[in-house]
Structure formats: structure tokens, C-alpha cells
């Protein structure tokens, strides 16, 4: 089993900054990808940005330039540096990690975390 727990969302005004964690439990010895994803009421659950295991990133158009997507593998950790936010970003927040190698050598394809909310006032 594997457990994502994510942290630091809140209440911020417009223009600040908030950075998101992710950090995943389990039997893991690798994960491939890591992810964030956001869901804002009546709207879709759309990507924020994600890394892979050669820590390369990719961006949403919305993401790009004011966010970053970083990774610490030995804590098998995700962070989402947000900066110059606006009321649009207001949101729940996801972590999704894909591709888990377990210590069992079974690969789990996905996991998610429960979600925090991100809420930017104008």
C-alpha cells in the first residue's frame, strides 16, 4: 500500500506565494512520476504540472513561469512552489504519483492524495 499526504495549502492574498508538499508512504523503492493536479468547484480535475524520474518537468499553460515542480526522491517527496497567485488559481490541490515500484517489485500505476485547498483572495 502506498499513502500520499499532501500539506501546505491555506489562505493567501492575491499576488503571494504558498508551496505545496506530498510526501508518500509505503513498501516503495521508486517512483516515476510525480504530479499535482487541481480541481476548482463546477470545473475538472486538470494538471498543474508534473516531473519524471530525470526530473524534467512539464508545465500547464497557467503554470508556466510562476510555478515550480521539484522533487526529493530519498523522501519521496513532491513540492509545488507557487508564486504571483491569483484568485483563479483558487482550487483544490492533488498529488498524484504513477509508476510506484514497491520494495515487492509490484508496480502500483497510480496513487492520489486527499487534497488541499488552496484559496487566493483578490
Known amino acids: 500500500q502506498v499513502h500520499l499526504v499532501e500539506s501546505g495549502g491555506g489562505l493567501v492574498q492575491y499576488g503571494g506565494s504558498l508551496r505545496l508538499s506530498c510526501a508518500a508512504s509505503?513498501?516503495?523503492?521508486?517512483?516515476?512520476?510525480m504530479g499535482w493536479f487541481r480541481q476548482a468547484p463546477g470545473k475538472q480535475r486538470e494538471l498543474v504540472a508534473d516531473?519524471?524520474?530525470?526530473?524534467?518537468?512539464t508545465y500547464a499553460e497557467f503554470a508556466k513561469g510562476r510555478f515550480t515542480i521539484s522533487r526529493d526522491n530519498a523522501k519521496n517527496t513532491v513540492y509545488l512552489q507557487m508564486n504571483s497567485l491569483t484568485p483563479e488559481d483558487t482550487a483544490a490541490y492533488y498529488c498524484?504519483?504513477?509508476?510506484?515500484?514497491?520494495?515487492?517489485?509490484?508496480?502500483?500505476?497510480?496513487?492520489w492524495g486527499q487534497g488541499t485547498q488552496v484559496t487566493v483572495s483578490s
Open positions: 498524484q504519483m504513477r509508476s510506484i515500484v514497491t520494495t515487492l517489485g509490484d508496480v502500483i500505476s497510480s496513487a
Open positions: 509505503g513498501t516503495i523503492s521508486s517512483i516515476y512520476i
Open positions: 516531473i519524471d524520474g530525470s526530473n524534467r518537468p
